[in-house]
Every structure is written in C-alpha cells, then in structure tokens.
C-alpha cells in the first residue's frame, strides 16, 4: 500500500521531538559557550595575576627589609611593619638593592664573574677616612655602566647611597620617604655617595651633589648598594597596578618622578602586609563572565 503523506499525528510527533531538541540543544549550546568564556577568561587572567606578583615579588626579594613603607598617599606613610593602613593602602614603596650590579657580569682571569660592587668597606685601609671609604674588589667604572644602562641614562653612581647593615633606620626621615632630600650623614640611614676612584666611594649631600664627610657617622663594615627605590601603586578609579621606578628619594624625589610601566589592568584591590620580615602580597580581578554573572580570581605570594 502506497502512502502519499505523513499522517497528522506522525507530524505532531515530529514537531513534539524538535521542540524537544531546539529546547535541550540550544541550552547545552549555551552551557558550553559559558564554558569556553569561563575557560578562556579563568586561564587569561591567572596567568596576568601571576604574572603581576611574580613582578612585584621579583624586586621585593632584593629589598632594604627596613625601607619598606605604606602609603595611603603621597604624603601620608608608615613602616610596612608598624603601619596601620592594612585595609586601605594602595601604594607599597622601598628601596631596592642593586642585585644586578652585586652579581656582575666581568670575568677574572681564571673565568670568574665578579660583582661590580663587593659589599664590604675595608675599614682599616689607611686611606679609609671621614671623606673616603674603601671598598675591595669594587669597579665603579663598570658598576657607572650598568647603572647608565639599566635605567636608560635616567641615573648613574652618583645617584647611588649605601646602606650600613646594622644600622638604626629611621623610617620617617632616614630614607628621605618624606620629599626632603637627605643632607646629615649622622643622621640618614641612606648615605649618599659619588665615586672616588676604582674602588672607593665619597660622601656627598644635597640635590646639588656637594661634598659632605662621613665624621660622625656610622660606618660598618658591610654595605647594599641602591640607585633606585621602588613603588607598586594601585588606582581604584582605573584599576591599573602600575610599578614606579629610577627615582632616589635620598635626593628627595616622589615616586612620581620615576619612570612608570603598568604592570596590570582592572585590578579590583592590591594588599599588602608585613609580617615580622616577610612580606605577604594579594592581587584581586573581577570580570564579567556573561550578563549578570562576575567572577573573582586573586593571587598571593609570600616575599621573604
């Protein structure tokens, strides 16, 4: 027998089963496009977090542990330590080592790399004194270089301070975090400095490099070299995380007379505590998965 149609109730059927599989079929399409956003924004955003407190911890790990501060502005700062601005700090500044100068890059004769700067002040040399300090094994020339390099011709050694392990800090006025350049050697824990020959260091003061003496001061044995400090700032109204560099506050520079590069966008908060030593960092996002759905990633790294 020949059937030249489908029956009515054959095409009911048909239609139930296609509304059934649009219905189900466009859901699960959905729930898979959700999936490759959530995938693609989860994957693209840990690897920015990680990226940003890797770079913060990065330099954090060659700190002066006694600089760091925490600012809620500009002028307004305490000791990382002691501070009391936990939830409401959005700028962590300090003064770097400068590691790679320590490390070098200039082999000897028997093909060892030796450090630009030794770290040790020879404090019997008889050419040691209040206007001059020793240091062995130190090459100012090519320590000038590197830092000519490294900053990109913003700084050179005579933007450089010591610091004396074992010094007291004062981290009011010892650094110059206040805007004021330092100028009393008694007094700094920063100590500027300019080269004095291939392995020696003279004191100076002011904005205008003029001569100084180290009479009065402390001066210790070991010593970290620093030509720059460096600032993590949060702005909340963009949410960029932008690290701030090449500026020497013993000279009495902000951070924003530094060079600048964004280490990340839509940064929903940046924290930042002090525990003993150790440092603890937390970098926050948000993001817009689909309409009316937001997701949060944050990543921490401990600094010791």
Request: hydrophobic share 40%.
């Amino acid at each position: 027998m020949r059937r030249g149609a489908f029956t009515l109730l054959e095409l009911i059927f048909v239609i139930v089963i296609m509304g059934i599989l649009a219905k189900y079929g466009v859901e699960l399409l959905s729930q898979a496009y959700k999936s490759f956003i959530f995938s693609s924004i989860n994957n693209r955003l840990q690897s920015q977090t990680a990226a940003a407190v890797e770079t913060i911890g990065s330099r954090l790990q060659y700190r002066i542990k006694d600089s760091v501060i925490a600012r809620k502005s500009a002028t307004d700062f305490e000791a990382l330590a002691y501070s009391p601005y936990e939830e409401t700090a959005t700028i962590l500044e300090w003064v770097g080592t400068d590691i790679e100068g320590f490390r070098g890059n200039t082999p000897n004769a028997g093909g060892d790399f030796l450090p630009h700067w030794s770290g040790i002040i020879d404090l019997k040399d008889p050419n040691t004194n209040a206007t001059n300090l020793v240091s062995p094994g130190t090459d100012t020339a090519d320590l000038n270089a590197l830092i000519d390099t490294l900053s990109d011709g913003g700084s050179d050694i005579n933007d450089a301070a010591l610091y004396f392990v074992g010094s007291d800090s004062d981290i009011k006025t010892g650094y110059g975090w206040n805007g004021v350049a330092l100028t009393d050697h008694n007094t700094s824990v920063m100590h500027p400095i300019k080269s004095n020959g291939t392995s020696q260091f003279a004191p100076i003061s002011g904005l205008d490099g003029s001569n100084s003496t180290f009479a009065g001061a402390n001066v210790y044995e070991y010593y970290q070299l620093a030509w720059t400090a460096y600032a993590v700032v949060h702005t909340p109204d963009d949410g960029n995380l932008t690290l701030y560099y090449d500026y020497q506050p013993w000279q009495g520079e902000m951070y924003t007379s530094g060079k600048s590069a964004v280490i990340m966008e839509n940064v929903d908060t940046f924290r930042f505590k002090a525990v003993g030593s150790i440092i603890k960092i937390q970098v926050c996002v948000n993001s817009d998965l689909v309409k009316d759905e937001e997701y949060s990633l944050c990543k921490e790294k401990t600094i010791f």
